[in-house]
Structures are given as C-alpha cells and as structure tokens.
C-alpha cells in the first residue's frame, strides 16, 4: 500500500497562474483533507471531504478550490495563485466515521509563488 | 481557535523526561497528538477521547483533562529519535482537526 501520495513534490509559479494539487489515498477512507503549513502557523485547514462527491470549507477556504469526483482522489486547485499562498501544502485522509479517527498525512508539496 | 501549546520549544539531554500541554476553549470530541521531523509529514502519535482517558506508547503517554479542556503529551527518558514537532490536534463533533502551533522538542546526546 502506497498510503497517501501527493504530486507534485515541488512547484514554483508565478502570480496569477494556477495549478492542481493532486491527493491520492489507496486506503479506502472516506474523509480527506487539504491543510497548509506555514512556520510557525501549524497545520491550518483549507478545505475537506466527507465523501465523494462532497467538500466543505475549512479554517482558510479563500483562495482554493477543490474537488472529490473519486473516492480516493483529492484536488486542490489555485485559479490565481498570489504570494501568500506560497506554502507547504499536506493531503492527509481518516476513516472518519470510525470513533478513533486517526488522520494520515502524505509527504507534502513545497509550493513557491513569485 | 486554535489549541494553545506550551512550551513552544524545549532542549533535553537523552534520558530526560519532558511534559507538552496543550489547551482548548472549544468543546472537543477528542484530541491527538502527532510529531514531525523535518521536512516530513506529521505522523500520528495517539488519540484521548472524552472521559479522562490516559494512553501509553512506548515511552510517550497522555492525558486527557475534559473539564478543563486540556492534554498533556508525556515523554519519559527522551531518545534521540524523539526529536522534531510535536502538534496536538483538537477535534471538534463534525470531526474537523484544529492544530496548535507545536512545539519544537530537541534532544541532544
């Protein structure tokens, strides 16, 4: 099992163009999440899926799209991307109904905008 | 809101012991710890659900504290290995996670 994957690893734009975050989890979860991590900010959330076919808005919605078509994929998209989206970006995913609802993380994208 | 943590960083020697809080003013369904390294993804340490529950892992254990909101991540004859971030995570009813801001725990030989 390859867990959580992420791709790309690393990407640099510049401002105003966009791109795709893709998550892909081959554990069969139901719930995955998109958060981004600046230093000394922790993890904060950007947006969530309860399923497929769902997504809901997190703690730092703006900005981001997303979209659940697949059960075991997750994108995140940036239509605009501007500075202060440059970031580490983390996929994680959770059974999530279970009552011990233990998050996976995936290894990350270093996002640079310019 | 986010948890508040404290210490924010900590330096031990190997074999010392080290205490993490970690505190919330949101009702919460159960809270998790998780370290990370550097330039590597969070990985999950354990979970407390309501009702007092205290957890062991090896040599890292935790409390949690429902009347006041608060765990503490215990770990006890620190390892080298034990070095990196450590974030607990609040998780509200609707299973969404709010992190701290972490603390950076250091050990040296």
């Known amino acids: 099992n390859a867990g959580v994957t992420q791709t790309p690893k690393f990407r640099v734009l510049k401002t105003g163009q966009s791109m795709t975050l893709l998550c892909a989890q081959d554990m069969n979860h139901e719930y995955m999440y998109w958060y981004r991590q600046d230093p000394g900010m922790g993890l904060r959330l950007i947006h969530y899926s309860v399923g497929e076919g769902t997504t809901a808005k997190g703690e730092v919605p703006d900005g981001y799209n997303v979209s659940r078509l697949k059960k075991q994929n997750f994108l995140l998209g940036l239509e605009s991307a501007a500075p202060s989206q440059t970031s580490v970006y983390f996929c994680a995913s959770s059974w999530g109904l279970e009552v011990e609802n233990e998050q996976f993380f995936g290894p990350g994208t270093r996002l640079t905008v310019l | ?109």
């Not at chain 2, 995570?89 to 609707?94: K, W």
């Open chain 2, 1 to 109: 809101q986010q948890p508040v943590q404290s210490p924010q960083a900590v330096i031990l020697r190997e074999g010392e012991d080290a205490v993490i809080n970690c505190s919330s003013s949101k009702a919460l369904y159960s809270v998790h710890w998780y370290r990370q390294k550097h330039g590597e993804a969070p990985v999950f340490l354990m979970i407390l659900l309501k009702g007092g529950e205290q957890k062991g892992h090896e040599k890292i254990s935790a409390s949690f504290n429902e009347k006041k909101q608060q765990s503490s991540l215990y770990l006890t004859a620190s390892q080298l290995s034990y070095s990196g971030t450590y974030f607990c995570g609040t998780e509200s009813p609707a299973r969404q996670l709010t992190f701290g801001s972490g603390t950076q725990l250091t050990v040296l030989p």
